[in-house]
């Protein structure tokens, strides 16, 4: 992979490369774009198969922190991590050693938790920079984002089914959810107290066994989940799951969920919204968790203020909607716009944040 060109082609600041052979460490640092504020985003730690695929991955992954921060009205640019490891493979000298690459960044990197990683692991890079966010709640920090990324997702559900339906209500939909990890647990609790009824699948059987037992109906066979006669799919597992082979299956008007990258090409959103499907961009609606971490970095964390600036998720998706409707493009399209035209009227002359 030519790195330097692709850094190019989709506008990347910088990627730093960082080794511990003493502690098993490899991991990448990607900056993407810098012009709101300091980059943000998670650690992730994951098996890759080879070196460039990681690269890849954390390359992707800042853009979209860039995209994601923007358009939830974030001072902050777009950053991420990885580490090249498994999880028996990560340890506690692991992570510490990590923070003391972060702090080497200075400051224009700041790091959370994502797959792989937790509030624990935080604290464990806070004895080395304070450059980290996302820390366990007994040490004053917003914790677990899971919560507030299931809410704010529920929130841009709302506003599609106020587009499409006349009322920011769920109740009496039915709701075909793809994953039941933490992020859609909380969510699918949500849509339940608003008088929706969900229907799960999930490849992990305990995840199944677990939304049995909160007497949610489960669907065994992962492949049927497009072919429900429901009102809205919600992806919440892998990402690239609406495409050309998927979108014919669904039933539903609205397409919402908490899984990142859900489309897997940008003209997919296009295609949907031909069949009379409303998509509601994965990075816009499930912003609840970089608007919880963000709401902790340099301030004392409050989950109130938090949960009012992830409720505005509602008013986002909505404003996506009136572009959509006056201009004719896509809520992709439209939510590009949004996060781009941020950056762009902050950018007047200036040049990469230094702290």
Not at 103 to 116: F, K, L, N, P, S
Not at 182 to 192: G, P, R
Request: include cysteine; charged fraction near 20%.
């Amino acid at each position: 992979m030519e790195i330097t060109q692709y850094m190019e082609t989709h506008g990347h600041e910088q990627l730093c490369a960082f080794t511990n052979k003493g502690v098993g460490l490899k991991a990448f640092i990607a900056i993407h774009d810098t012009t709101l504020g300091p980059s943000l985003g998670g650690l992730r730690i994951w098996p890759y198969q080879d070196e460039d695929a990681a690269i890849l991955d954390v390359l992707r992954l800042s853009k979209a922190m860039t995209y994601k921060s923007s358009a939830a009205g974030l001072n902050f640019g777009g950053g991420k991590a990885v580490i090249v490891a498994s999880h028996e493979q990560k340890n506690k000298a692991m992570i510490q050693s990590f923070g003391k690459f972060v702090q080497a960044v200075a400051g224009r990197y700041i790091t959370t938790e994502d797959v792989g990683s937790t509030p624990s692991d935080m604290a464990f890079i806070a004895e080395s920079t304070s450059y980290v966010t996302g820390l366990p709640m007994d040490m004053g920090g917003s914790g677990d984002p899971s919560e507030m990324t299931g809410y704010g997702v529920f929130q841009g559900m709302r506003a599609c089914a106020e587009e499409v339906w006349g009322r920011p209500s769920l109740e009496g939909k039915t709701v075909a959810v793809q994953g039941f990890g933490k992020v859609a647990s909380y969510m699918v609790n949500h849509i339940l107290e608003d008088g929706g009824k969900v229907i799960v699948t999930d490849v992990n059987k305990s995840a199944l066994d677990r939304a049995k037992s909160q007497g949610i109906e489960v669907l065994e066979d992962t492949s049927k989940i497009y072919d429900l006669d429901c009102d809205i799919f919600s992806p919440c597992a892998l990402g690239g799951v609406i495409n050309r082979q998927t979108i014919p299956k669904i039933h539903a008007e609205i397409i919402a969920g908490c899984a990142n990258n859900q489309l897997l090409r940008e003209d997919d959103a296009i295609d949907a919204q031909k069949r009379g499907i409303l998509y509601a961009p994965d990075y816009i609606i499930n912003a609840g968790g970089v608007i919880n971490i963000s709401m902790e970095f340099g301030r004392k964390y409050s989950q109130e203020d938090a949960r009012i600036k992830t409720g505005a998720i509602y008013d986002t998706m909505k404003s996506i909607m009136q572009v959509v409707n006056r201009s004719g493009i896509s809520t992709a399209e439209a939510a590009d716009q949004l996060a781009e035209q941020r950056i762009e009227k902050a950018s007047n002359g200036r040049e990469i944040y230094l702290p």
